[in-house]
């Protein structure tokens, strides 16, 4: 167990429909990462936030936005889902802002029909 | 622009074998190189890292060599377990604010 929990751990949604995936950091964790992993692909960097701030960007629709919340949790807001948004959705978390070892949660898998 | 590939797409070795997971990248401006385990079902773990100015890293059964030379990067497992079985991504880290993970190779131990 990482210690950083994904909420939910599967979804199923239909194209055009808006959802939230939430993601709680290891304990004492300011710095929250979310990547996004298609069947058999690797992982794509999202966006990365640090004690409610983004830091980074990475390849991120802009469809989907994030946010962290001053209790340092996260959430990934995917909006107009198309079917391609089907993936495997991760979040991570690590002390500090230029860590290089994060804690990976256990992923939501989205799946829009 | 940034990217970071594996040579090969699986590897399968007999249990108690040494194994070897290579990967080519291209930034060689990346401070940190990486190398994370997922395993079935399970988010990506991580192993070890190496700093950019070093070219040899050692852990817990585990060595990560550098050549920057060639921009390579090398994991080496000794003794490989089937607990071992997983797939293996090679990343790097720039600036520290974002880590960009390969493709993957897929790691499997026969007994």
């Known amino acids: 167990d990482s210690g950083v929990t994904q909420t939910p751990k599967h979804l199923i949604t239909a194209t055009g429909q808006r959802v939230t995936l939430r993601c709680s950091p290891r304990?004492?964790?300011?710095?929250v990462y979310w990547y996004q992993q298609s069947l058999d692909q690797g992982l794509q960097f999202l966006i990365q936030?640090?004690?409610?701030?983004?830091?980074a960007k990475g390849n991120i629709l802009e469809r989907f936005s994030a946010q962290q919340f001053p209790d340092l949790h996260s959430e990934l807001n995917l909006s107009s889902l198309e079917l391609g948004d089907s993936a495997l959705y991760f979040c991570?978390?690590?002390?500090?802002?230029?860590?290089?070892?994060?804690?990976f949660g256990q992923g939501t898998r989205l799946t829009v029909v | 622009g940034e990217s970071v590939g594996l040579h090969l797409p699986t590897l399968s070795v007999q249990e108690g074998d040494n194994s070897i997971i290579n990967c080519a990248y291209s930034?060689?401006?990346?401070?940190?190189f990486i190398w994370y385990k997922q395993e079935s079902g399970k988010g990506p773990q991580f192993i070890i890292d190496?700093?950019?100015?070093?070219d040899k890293r050692q852990g817990q059964r585990v060595t990560v060599l550098l050549n920057k030379t060639v921009k390579h990067l090398s994991l080496q497992i000794a003794a490989t377990q089937p607990g071992d079985s997983a797939v293996y991504f090679c990343?790097?880290?720039?600036?520290?604010?974002?880590?960009?993970f390969g493709a993957g190779t897929r790691l499997f131990v026969k007994a």
């Open positions: 991570a978390s690590s002390v500090d802002q230029g860590d290089t070892e994060a804690f």
């Open positions: 304990s004492g964790d300011l710095s």
């Open positions: 936030y640090y004690n409610g701030e983004e830091r």
């Open positions: 930034n060689s401006a990346s401070d940190y």
């Open positions: 190496i700093r950019s100015n070093m």
């Open positions: 990343a790097e880290n720039t600036g520290g604010f974002k880590t960009i």
